[in-house]
C-alpha cells in the first residue's frame, strides 16, 4: 500500500516546529559560514573597514519592533483576543520599515561612493545584508500566507526571532570584529 501525503492539511503542530527548527538551523550556518568567510578576508591587506551607517540602527530597532509585535500577535491570536490583528499590522509594518531602513543605508553608503566593488568590506556589507533582507522578505511571504492562525503566527514567530537573532549576530560581527581580534582568535602574533 502506498503512502500518501495530504497537502491540504496542515502538518502537526510538532512536526512544523521541528520543520522550522531545521529551517532556522540551515539559515544559522549559511550565515555563519558567511561571517567566516569575512574574518578571513579581513585579514588580507587590502581590507578597510567599512563605517556601519547609522541607519542601521533604525533598521535593528525595526526588526525588533517586528519581533515583538509578532509574538504579541501570535499569543493573542492563540487566546482569540482582538488585539491579534492590529499586532499582526504592527509586525508587518516594523518588517517594512526594516526593510526600508536597510534601503536608505545601502543609498547613503552609494552615495559616499562606498560601492560594493570599491573594497572588500564594502562588498560584504551588501551580501550579508542583501542576504538577511531576502529572508526577511520570505518570512513577510510566510506571514501572509499564515494570516491570523494562532498556531501559524506561532512558527512565523519563532522564525522571526531567530532572523532577530542572526541579525544581531551579522550587525554586531560587521560592527566589532576588527583583523587584530580575528588574529588573536586564530592564535597568530
Do not use: K
Not at 512544523?16 to 591587506?45: E, H, I, N, P, S
Not at 543609498?107 to 570599491?118: F, I
Not at 541579525?167 to 560581527?173: E, R, V
Amino acid at each position: 500500500m502506498e503512502a500518501s501525503i495530504d497537502l491540504a492539511r496542515p502538518a502537526r503542530p510538532a512536526t512544523a516546529r521541528v520543520a522550522v527548527w531545521l529551517l532556522l538551523g540551515v539559515v544559522f550556518v549559511l550565515f555563519v559560514l558567511c561571517l567566516l568567510a569575512y574574518a578571513m578576508r579581513m585579514r588580507l591587506g587590502d581590507w578597510r573597514a567599512l563605517p556601519l551607517p547609522w541607519q542601521l540602527n533604525v533598521s535593528t530597532a525595526m526588526l525588533i519592533l517586528s519581533s515583538a509585535s509578532l509574538q504579541w500577535a501570535s499569543v493573542a491570536a492563540r487566546r482569540g483576543g482582538r488585539c491579534a490583528r492590529g499586532a499582526l499590522f504592527a509586525a508587518f509594518v516594523f518588517a517594512a520599515a526594516f526593510l526600508a531602513a536597510q534601503g536608505w543605508a545601502w543609498q547613503a553608503l552609494v552615495a559616499q561612493g562606498r560601492l560594493a566593488s570599491a573594497n572588500p568590506s564594502n562588498g560584504f556589507f551588501f551580501l550579508l545584508t542583501g542576504l538577511h533582507a531576502l529572508h526577511v522578505l520570505g518570512g513577510i511571504v510566510a506571514l501572509l500566507l499564515a494570516g491570523r492562525r494562532g498556531e501559524r503566527l506561532g512558527l512565523c514567530a519563532l522564525y522571526w526571532h531567530g532572523l532577530l537573532a542572526v541579525w544581531l549576530l551579522l550587525y554586531a560581527t560587521m560592527a566589532w570584529l576588527t583583523p587584530a581580534i580575528v588574529d588573536f582568535i586564530c592564535g597568530v602574533a
